[in-house]
Nanobody, 122 residues
Framework: QVRLVESGGGLVQAGGSLGLSCVASGRTFSSYGMGWFRQAPGKEREFVAGISWSGGPAVYADAVKGRFTISRNNAKNTVYVQMNSLKPEDTAVYYC???????????????WGQGTQVTVSS
């Protein structure tokens, strides 16, 4: 089994920045990579950013390109996302995700974190 523990998040004004981190523990050795999804009230969970453990290019949703940066620390089994120039529409619960196969659809996710709230005030 794999456990994902997120930290960070909170309340920030529009234009501000926040960082999230996620530590994976357990049987992570065969995983492809980790990423972030988010779910706003009344909306479906959507992909935000993903990165493979092997060093391939990070992948971003169009809505966050140029504002969010995902990074990883393989030795610590940790993935981070730095969120800059935040907008009210970025308000959501952010979920860490671990995948065992390439691809960043919800169906490709094998494990989810518990979620952390990010609220951006206007």
């Amino acid at each position: 089994q794999v456990r994902l523990v997120e930290s960070g998040g909170g309340l920030v004004q529009a234009g501000g920045s926040l960082g999230l981190s996620c530590v994976a523990s357990g049987r992570t050795f065969s995983s492809y990579g980790m990423g972030w999804f988010r779910q706003a009230p009344g909306k479906e969970r959507e992909f935000v950013a993903g990165i493979s453990w092997s060093g391939g290019p990070a992948v971003y949703a169009d809505a966050v390109k140029g504002r969010f940066t995902i990074s990883r620390n393989n030795a610590k089994n940790t993935v981070y996302v730095q969120m800059n120039s935040l907008k009210p529409e970025d308000t959501a619960v952010y979920y860490c995700a671990l995948t065992r196969t390439a691809g960043w659809s919800r169906s490709s996710v094998d494990y989810w974190g518990q979620g952390t709230q990010v609220t951006v005030s206007s």
